[in-house]
């Protein structure tokens, strides 16, 4: 399968814990997204990267919340101090060069703080 | 005011039924537009881009009015494998992130 990767698909935390899901984009595609859904909204943007660089962040980002592409391939989103607000689906997307509107979504981590 | 705005439904349409949906957005500094699918569970999957000319994909129309600040999309002879939910989306404004509707919820029913 050559499509974007994310794990782990499920995570149960308890409040106050960290967490850290992983994302695997389509290997030619070097720009990265992270967006958040909750049930009955569309997907909020979080954050991009183009290559390893972290370009633009969502004012829905708090400082609790913090992403990484190291090497441009893969990328990691870090939720410190958990907060029951925080349970949603996590959504990674990536999209080749040129054409960012295009993105293909990964299947999603959905995160419940219990 | 929300930056997408869609009614969220649902449509209950028959089968074989033309059905329209439309959405606007705020920020006139919007550059590109999209309608993306998703289905129960799933994830987002572009349907198709929407271009100021207007552009059709076999069954699926969609028109943009940047005057209006509109999008539209038309299925024409609805399947039952249309049912999903159809979100508007648009980028632009100095932002690479797509910025979506809250989604019309779609049900063709046989």
């Known amino acids: 399968d050559t499509g974007v990767s994310q794990n782990p698909r499920h995570k149960i935390t308890k409040r106050g814990q960290n967490v850290t899901f992983r994302c695997d984009p389509i290997s030619e595609h070097n720009r990265l997204y992270w967006y958040r859904q909750t049930l009955g909204q569309g997907p909020e943007f979080l954050t991009y990267f183009q290559n390893e660089a972290q370009l633009e962040k969502s004012r829905l980002l708090s400082d609790r919340f913090s992403a990484e592409r190291p090497k441009g391939s893969f990328s990691t989103l870090e939720i410190q101090r958990t907060e029951q607000g925080d349970s949603a689906m996590y959504l990674c997307?990536?999209?080749?060069?040129?054409?960012?509107?295009?993105?293909?979504f990964g299947p999603g981590t959905r995160l419940t703080v219990l | 005011r929300k930056e997408v705005e869609q009614d969220p439904g649902p449509f209950n349409v028959p089968e074989g039924a033309t059905v329209a949906f439309n959405c606007t957005y705020s920020n006139s500094a919007s550059q590109s537009f999209f309608w993306y699918r998703q289905d129960c569970r799933k994830e987002p999957k572009l349907l198709m881009s929407v271009y100021s000319s207007g552009n059709e994909d076999g069954r699926f129309t969609a028109q943009l009015n940047r005057a209006s600040q509109y999008i539209s999309l038309l299925i024409r002879d609805s399947k039952l494998s249309d049912s999903a939910t159809y979100l508007c989306?648009?980028?632009?404004?100095?932002?690479?992130?797509?910025?979506f509707g809250k989604g019309t919820h779609l049900i063709i029913q046989p």
């Open positions: 997307a990536s999209s080749p060069s040129g054409r960012p509107g295009e993105q293909f």
């Open positions: 989306v648009v980028k632009g404004g100095g932002a690479d992130g797509l910025t």
